[in-house]
């Protein structure tokens, strides 16, 4: 994985972090529907980096091993 691909993958997770914070914010004011939303999407965007990190994982072990 190249730095690019890594502080690519880090302002992802930082932007599911965001996300996350935000749907909080909206739990605290009553706001459910919104804090739905933004819950959901930052499930989605995980989902999308647990991807990329479980075959950054893998492309990782195979170096190692060639």
């Known amino acids: 994985m190249t730095e690019t691909e890594n502080q690519d993958l880090r302002q992802e997770m930082a932007d599911i972090i965001e996300s996350l914070e935000e749907a909080m914010r909206h739990v ?15 499930k989605k965007q995980a989902d999308i980096v647990n991807i990329k990190l479980v ?11 060639n």
Do not use: C, H, P, V
């Not at 994982?57 to 091993?65: D, G, I, K, L, V």
């Open 28 to 42: 605290r004011e009553g706001d459910f529907k919104s804090a739905s939303i933004l819950w959901s999407n930052g």
């Open 55 to 65: 075959k950054a994982q893998r492309f990782n072990q195979n170096q190692e091993e």
